[in-house]
């Protein structure tokens, strides 16, 4: 990330192109950044290569949402499914990460950024662990964007072990299970604490959720795309962010509305 990120503290901020409302940005964006073998199959590249320019484009896309003071970016990295790849594949990706995240804590740091990691962790290689936990901590009081990169992450999985903490504090006598609520099971998901995206961008032209982000994406809007992960842009951004402005929000009532506040921080 260093050629992007680390730019952006030389870099004049990249001012809200004309057309976009400031008063109606998502304040969470969500990204399933699908395409990246295809896109280097296209070129006759080895499928990774894909992945490679992926982070550029990851790159881009929070440097942008952080200029635009959109407050929370979260991008699907890994599925608790992409285990099945071949190994050369997931062992490159886990690689991958480690480089990116070791490259570029300075820069998240420099640049206000508070990075964390949702999903479950604990199957990850060790050495990429620890690159997490450092990165947290060293950014956990950052003032500036939420950058979520949810990794061996699965809807499904969360969800259960959502319901899984409520039966355990419920078995030690510590809830009521009938007083459990929305917000409370919300406060056992890994998200806990971030507001739900208003938006999420799918890229690539696939039509599916493919267990991202089950509960949280309730009210979402969707924005799916043909444009491959590797070419998201500027110009791809605009055009989600515009679409997003057209649409009228309107919660299951009939006028345009807040979001229901129980899944709300
Ligand atoms: C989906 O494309 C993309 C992925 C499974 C990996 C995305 C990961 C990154 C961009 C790296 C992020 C890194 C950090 C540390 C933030 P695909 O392989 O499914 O593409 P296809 O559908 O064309 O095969």
Redesign the pocket.
């Known amino acids: 990330m260093s050629r992007a990120l680390a730019t952006t503290s030389t870099l004049s901020q990249q001012a809200l192109p004309a057309g976009l409302d400031p008063a109606r940005l998502p304040a969470h964006v969500a990204v399933i950044?699908?395409?990246?073998?295809?896109?280097a199959?296209r070129r006759g590249l080895p499928?990774v290569m894909?992945?490679r320019e992926?982070?550029e484009?990851?790159k881009r896309t929070l440097r942008l949402c952080s200029d635009w003071g959109i407050g929370a970016l979260t991008?699907y990295?890994?599925?608790t499914e992409?285990w099945n790849r071949p190994g050369e594949e997931v062992s490159f990706?886990m690689a991958?990460?480690e480089r990116?995240?070791a490259r570029e804590l300075e820069a998240l740091e420099r640049e206000q950024v508070r990075i964390r990691f949702l999903g479950d962790l604990e199957p990850l290689p060790s050495g990429l662990r620890a690159l997490i936990a450092n990165a947290t901590t060293r950014t956990a009081g950052n003032s500036g964007i939420h950058f979520n990169?949810c990794t061996n992450y699965g809807g499904r999985a969360e969800l259960v072990h959502a319901a899984r903490r409520l039966a355990e504090q419920a078995a030690r006598g510590e809830l009521d299970p009938a007083s459990i609520d929305e917000t409370q099971f919300a406060a056992q998901l890994h998200t806990a604490g971030e507001r739900d995206p208003d938006l999420l961008i799918r890229t690539?032209g696939e039509l599916r959720i493919s267990n991202f982000l089950l509960w949280q994406l309730a009210y979402a809007e969707l924005h799916i795309t043909d444009v491959?992960?590797p070419d998201f842009d500027e110009r791809a951004l605009v055009s989600a962010l515009l679409d997003y402005q057209n649409r009228q929000r309107r919660f299951g009532g009939v006028e345009p509305s807040l979001p229901p506040s129980a899944h709300q921080p």
């Not at 950044?33 to 896109?39: A, E, F, K, S, T």
């Open positions: 950044m699908d395409g990246n073998g295809r896109w199959s499928r894909g992945h992926g982070v484009a990851l991008a990295a890994f599925s992409n990706l991958l990460f990116v995240l990169v690539s491959l992960w």
